[in-house]
């Protein structure tokens, strides 16, 4: 079902053909990154936290982690993620799954500074086994995104 959420709201971009299905999961940065032959940082993970008791999706580099200092200075809190059994009411999408498609009308979604370096990044595509190929300028226009902030750090 996430799926086709994800894809009958990328459809309204005609981007809905650029999703690839995969019959592994790629839930995992790794797993993703391993079925779509590219590197752990061009997938676009994205993540969920609550903020304020509203739901707010940050989707980074997949080498990168929060850095929770920075999450606090940026939203007043510390940061607080979403447990996967409540994802997808508040979200839309269930972990492995999460993206900023076809997503709650109620949450907002923020671009962190470390996609800036990809030409084409890999986000999830509402699934476990989903994914789909993006321009940046793509990923901005179909997230709907309130603004690049910076939150992460490296994932060492």
């Not at 797993?31 to 509203?54: H, P, Q, R, S, Y």
């Not at 076809?102 to 907002?108: E, P």
């Not at 500074?113 to 084409?120: E, N, Y």
Request: charged residues 25%; positive net charge.
């Amino acid at each position: 079902m996430s799926l086709n959420k994800a894809k009958a709201y990328l459809k309204t971009f005609a981007l809905d053909q650029n999703i690839i299905e995969f019959k592994k999961s790629t839930a995992t940065v790794k797993e993703a990154a391993l079925a779509l032959g590219c590197t752990d940082k061009e997938i676009a993970k994205t993540m969920a936290f609550l903020v304020n008791d509203l739901p707010i999706l940050i989707v980074a580099s997949g080498d990168k982690k929060i850095d929770n200092q920075k999450f606090k200075q940026t939203f007043h809190t510390k940061a607080k993620m979403i447990p996967p059994e409540k994802l997808e009411e508040l979200i839309g999408h269930t972990a492995g799954g999460i993206c900023p498609f076809g997503i709650n009308s109620n949450v907002k979604v923020y671009l962190d500074v470390s996609l800036k370096q990809f030409s084409i990044i890999y986000p999830a595509c509402g699934t476990s086994n989903s994914a789909i190929k993006l321009t940046l300028k793509e990923l901005e226009k179909t997230s709907k995104y309130i603004k690049y902030i910076d939150v992460c750090k490296e994932n060492v």
